[in-house]
């Protein structure tokens, strides 16, 4: 396993700046890697619409009856925006159907981690933080 210091994954949107597209940096991802201005990185580009997600991911937050109006696509899309706020401290989402979203994950956090529990996902990610 990577040394936390030397690896940081984060989700965050693109932006514009200039004629370039940038991504920010949170914080504390910066803080804890001791990253300055003037600081060499390596990047690695993951395009989050292309990424898949995991079906019993999926199926955890559809069990949910309050969540089961959701689609694949606007579970993956919101959950993009709340890791977003989560990285950058900024809330970035103003709809009102995500706004709903994320207060009923909220609300239910503990039964969609409990429809986790045993899962190849949760098996995966148990104990990352």
Do not use: H, W
């Given at each position: 396993?990577?040394?936390?210091?030397?690896?940081?994954?984060?989700?965050?949107k693109v932006i514009k700046q200039g004629n370039s597209l940038?991504?920010?940096?949170?914080?504390?991802?910066a803080k804890k890697m001791d990253i300055r201005e003037n600081?060499?990185?390596?990047?690695?580009?993951?395009?989050?619409?292309?990424?898949?997600?995991?079906?019993?991911?999926?199926?955890?937050?559809?069990?949910?009856?309050?969540?089961?109006?959701?689609?694949?696509?606007?579970?993956?899309?919101?959950?993009?925006?709340?890791n977003v706020e989560k990285s950058s401290g900024k809330k970035?989402?103003?709809?009102?159907?995500?706004?709903?979203?994320?207060?009923?994950?909220?609300?239910?956090?503990?039964?969609?981690?409990?429809?986790?529990?045993?899962?190849?996902?949760?098996?995966?990610?148990?104990?990352?933080?």
């Amino acid at each position: 396993m990577a040394n936390p210091k030397t690896k940081q994954k984060f989700v965050n949107k693109v932006i514009k700046q200039g004629n370039s597209l940038c991504v920010r940096i949170p914080f504390r991802a910066a803080k804890k890697m001791d990253i300055r201005e003037n600081s060499v990185l390596l990047v690695e580009l993951t395009n989050f619409d292309t990424l898949q997600m995991p079906s019993d991911l999926f199926e955890a937050y559809q069990k949910i009856p309050a969540l089961g109006k959701y689609s694949l696509n606007n579970i993956k899309k919101y959950l993009l925006a709340m890791n977003v706020e989560k990285s950058s401290g900024k809330k970035t989402n103003k709809n009102a159907e995500y706004l709903e979203f994320k207060k009923l994950v909220l609300k239910n956090k503990k039964k969609i981690k409990r429809n986790l529990m045993g899962t190849q996902t949760y098996k995966k990610y148990k104990g990352k933080k």
